[in-house]
């Protein structure tokens, strides 16, 4: 599609897979399962629906050589670096800048970096009917994914009529965009069958974006504008910018969404728990190591990738072990990973994050 660009977040730090991400080599950058790192896999995704030349990443200081060497082909003016952390907001409209000085009617697609995607063409189909009814509509457009379990972590999106179909695809208002709710709205939300997951993939039109940052995040809108009339003035105006989520910031208050519903085979691998479905079987569990011998356990998840492992009388534990510390708890336990981190930011062992 002409005028279409792709946005790849890659600026988190994965807190809640240390020890093996850390701040300079995060989650996306490494290999878990024996995979290709998540960063790698997103880009050879999109690769089958854009050229290189149309995907823009945007990550942090702190992880530009990781990337780099991840992404060779990547042009360096592609690479977008934020002077620090500030979300994905300012992110977002950052990339919105370089764009539109690009192309003329542009639309991008923003994309995680750290996602699974089991079927790339399902993605894809979805995301050229996104643009094309981004184009149309100059709507948030998003994509939608039934709901398999009352997860408090993702956003929910109310599904409302058919307003019309883009490549045979059906494209559907949000009545309304609820991220995070608390269990018992999760478990209304799955039961009531209106409510589609956000997959956390946006298509919009750079102009829409302009024009929902104008009327919801004013201070960003302002230095974004200062920032494309002069690039050298980003440090100074990046605090300047709310430091907010794309989520939080625009999308629960806009009433202007639509979602393409689709079935890619999706993940977002947010914790060790998560990720342990996408590693191979092993005795106890899943994993990847170079033996694991199991006595009495199951639901184990491994990441070992240099040693034996043995398990004996353990259920549904996580142990990951890396060249300066290990980690061992219940799988059930992964959501509080990031905890540990900050803990360890506390006690000035920064080495260790």
């Not at 948030?140 to 039934?146: M, S």
């Not at 490549?167 to 949000?174: G, N, S, T």
Request: glycine share 10%; charged share 25%.
């Amino acid at each position: 599609m002409d005028g279409l660009y792709a946005v790849v977040l890659a600026g988190g730090r994965g807190s809640r897979f240390w020890p093996l991400s850390r701040r300079s080599r995060p989650k996306q950058c490494v290999s878990i399962g024996g995979r290709d790192a998540a960063l790698t896999q997103t880009v050879e995704r999109l690769l089958g629906m854009l050229p290189i030349d149309r995907i823009l990443v945007a990550t942090g200081r702190d992880m530009v050589d990781a990337v780099r060497a991840l992404l060779p082909a990547l042009p360096a003016e592609n690479l977008l670096v934020e002077p620090w952390g500030r979300n994905t907001a300012p992110c977002i409209g950052l990339a919105a800048v370089e764009i539109g000085k690009r192309c003329t009617g542009a639309v991008m697609a923003v994309f995680p970096s750290d996602h699974r995607v089991g079927d790339p063409e399902a993605l894809n189909r979805a995301i050229l009917a996104g643009a094309e009814a981004a184009k149309a509509t100059n709507a948030f457009v998003t994509l939608g994914v039934k709901p398999t379990r009352p997860e408090t972590g993702f956003g929910y999106l109310e599904v409302g009529p058919e307003v019309g179909t883009w490549r045979d695809e059906p494209v559907m208002r949000v009545e309304r965009f609820t991220e995070k709710p608390g269990p018992e709205a999760a478990e209304a939300f799955l039961s009531g069958g209106r409510h589609l997951w956000n997959a956390g993939m946006f298509v919009f039109t750079v102009e829409g974006l302009r024009d929902a940052f104008r009327a919801f995040l004013p201070r960003t809108s302002e230095a974004l504008e200062r920032v494309a009339q002069n690039p050298q003035a980003l440090e100074k105006e990046w605090g300047n910018m709310d430091a907010t989520s794309i989520d939080y910031g625009v999308m629960e208050r806009s009433r202007h969404i639509l979602v393409v519903p689709c079935d890619p085979d999706w993940s977002d691998l947010g914790s060790w728990a998560a990720a342990g479905d996408e590693m191979p079987k092993v005795p106890g569990g899943r994993g990847n190591a170079v033996r694991v011998i199991a006595k009495d356990s199951s639901g184990c998840i491994v990441h070992a990738p240099t040693k034996t492992v043995v398990l004996l009388g353990l259920e549904n534990t996580v142990v990951v072990d890396t060249e300066d510390a290990i980690l061992v708890m219940k799988s059930d336990r992964s959501a509080q990973v990031g905890t540990v981190v900050r803990e360890l930011e506390a006690a000035d062992l920064d080495e260790l994050t």
